[in-house]
């Protein structure tokens, strides 16, 4: 599939205003975090709330690096699955844990009712420290997915980086490593986020190239605190274009305005995304639910019934 030629766009936008009347037709799904806190429990709760009615393929609960929230991911995940319509998906990282404790934590999902597992190699306990392997674990990504498929029918989605994996020496191999995944069961992959519609689209054509056929689901991080923003992207090797970082100076003591420019900024992005032919978004809440709601609106979703009475 090509890209999205500039200049049509450019055409596009000029004709027509860049939200008018869209159909309706995409699919997102939601990332949410354990909380720490009974307060930021409550505010996971009201963003779970205010998101349900826009019908989610699924929303996923991070897990904590070398497995630090594994306790509070099954509590929340747990929940969710049960006091919600959503599909629940649970993230179970290869970090600190033999293949016994992981084939344990996936048992414990399928027994709770939870059949879509995001399957990640996982980050190191310690920031900057290099990945190693448990002695009597799985070794990366892709051995996690196929011992996983052994246990249950689990869906399975994947990690992908469309600016390259810190860790991988190149993109040939760093899609070699996608495919690898993919070819030990995974249904999807879901992309770590990116602030370029070019990026993806440059990702998505040697994606294709290489020969691979499954779903590539663009991750959309919609930014509005830029410091936090970089510390993340840093770790993952995601690039934030010098105009984004200026776009937002001056707007610390201005959260208000601060949203509005972040979901300026996403919303666009996401339409661009959506003009080159991508149906399916997933979206890092960081458990804020008004930025992600706003873009949904935008791409012409509506709410199956409204957010008060959902919450209520």
Avoid at 125 to 132: D, L, S, Y
Avoid at 194 to 211: C, K, L, N, Y
Avoid at 233 to 248: E, S
């Amino acid at each position: 599939m090509t890209t999205q030629n500039p200049q049509s766009e450019a055409r596009r936008a000029q004709a027509s205003p860049l939200f008018a009347d869209l159909a309706g037709d995409a699919q997102v799904s939601f990332e949410f975090f354990p909380p720490k806190t009974p307060k930021m429990e409550e505010t996971l709760w009201e963003a779970v709330k205010t998101l349900e009615p826009l019908g989610p393929r699924f929303v996923s609960v991070t897990y904590g690096a070398g497995g630090s929230t594994r306790e509070r991911t099954h509590a929340t995940v747990a929940r969710i699955q049960r006091e919600t319509s959503l599909a629940a998906a649970a993230h179970l990282t290869c970090v600190e844990a033999s293949k016994t404790e992981i084939d344990q934590v996936a048992e414990e999902y399928w027994a709770a009712g939870v059949r879509h597992i995001v399957a990640l190699r996982g980050d190191p306990p310690v920031a900057g420290a290099k990945f190693a392997a448990h002695p009597d674990g799985y070794e990366n990504a892709a051995a996690l997915v196929a011992g996983l498929k052994k246990l249950h029918p689990f869906e399975i989605s994947v990690a992908a980086y469309p600016e390259c994996h810190p860790d991988s020496p190149d993109a040939t191999a760093d899609i070699d490593n996608l495919k690898r995944k993919l070819d030990a069961g995974a249904n999807r992959a879901i992309t770590q986020f990116f602030f370029s519609p070019e990026a993806f689209f440059r990702f998505r054509d040697r994606v294709a190239a290489a020969g691979i056929t499954a779903e590539i689901v663009p991750g959309i991080l919609p930014v509005s605190n830029v410091a936090q923003t970089r510390k993340f992207a840093a770790m993952c090797g995601a690039g934030i274009p010098d105009w984004m970082g200026r776009l937002f100076d001056g707007l610390d003591d201005h959260p208000a305005a601060r949203q509005l420019v972040a979901a300026t900024v996403a919303a666009e992005m996401c339409r661009r995304l959506y003009a080159g032919d991508v149906r399916s978004f997933h979206f890092y809440t960081l458990n804020r639910a008004e930025l992600s709601f706003a873009i949904c609106h935008m791409l012409g979703l509506r709410a199956k019934v409204p957010a008060h009475e959902a919450a209520a």
